[in-house]
């Protein structure tokens, strides 16, 4: 048994001496494993400005998940080995014919599956990121959203109309409420030059990421 606990010698509780601490079953006791989120969940919600960390919990937390199932193999091996220990001797039968208890077979050892990069874990998710995290302007990562792509058009309608009118000197400096992964956040726009270099990066983006 103490050969198999090397399998998961970095998921147990080990004493002074590096040695596994074992309980009455000669089995040890797990250490706390990561929690992990639903990077589905978060993803979902807009929330992956940190999404790489989730990601490599994630990553971990199927390595704990495979040390939870090895130790349940350890537990059915122990029950196993106990039960073949006393397994009676076959019985003759009056018609000359013997009773046999079959020994019970081993377990199946779990199969570790390998460490997953950060990049594989979100293999899944990356086109949905990409659009989350969108384009940086001024610092702020707005998302390619059609939301922002809307606000965009009728901010360039309303300076058009500014321009008809000869008031285009009143419309800026003006705040563009933006949809990204942190939420709304403002971006300013202090003239027609940020704002049109603004608008062309995000219909630019939004052009690549939809062809």
């Known amino acids: 048994m103490t050969n198999k606990l090397d399998a998961i010698l970095d998921f147990i509780v080990l ?9 009455e079953q000669g089995l040890p006791t797990l250490k706390q494993g990561p929690i ?7 993803i979902a919600k807009g929330k992956v400005q940190h999404i790489e960390r989730f990601a490599e919990i994630a990553a971990q937390g199927e390595q704990w998940q495979w040390a939870r199932d090895y130790y349940d193999y350890l537990v059915e091996l122990n029950r196993v ?17 013997l009773t046999t208890v079959e020994p019970l077979p081993e377990p199946t050892v779990p199969e570790r599956p390998a460490l997953k990069t950060v990049e ?58 933006a949809e990204t992964c942190k939420g709304v956040e ?24 939809f062809s």
């Open 120 to 177: 594989q874990v979100l293999e899944t998710y990356a086109r949905q990121i990409d659009k989350l995290r969108g384009i940086e302007f001024k610092n702020i990562h707005v998302s390619l959203s059609e939301t922002n792509q809307n606000g965009l058009s009728a901010l360039k309608s309303a300076l058009e109309l500014a321009k008809e009118f000869n008031v285009e000197e009143q419309f800026f400096p003006i705040n563009f409420n």
């Open 15 to 23: 004493d002074d001496e590096q040695a596994p601490v074992l309980n």
């Open 36 to 42: 992990v989120k639903d990077l589905a969940q978060l």
């Open 81 to 97: 080995n106990e039960y073949n220990a006393n397994v009676p001797e076959p019985v003759a039968n009056e018609d000359g014919t």
């Open 186 to 209: 403002v971006v300013e726009l202090l003239n027609e030059t940020e704002f049109k270099q603004f608008g062309l990066d995000f219909i630019l983006a939004r052009k690549a990421f």
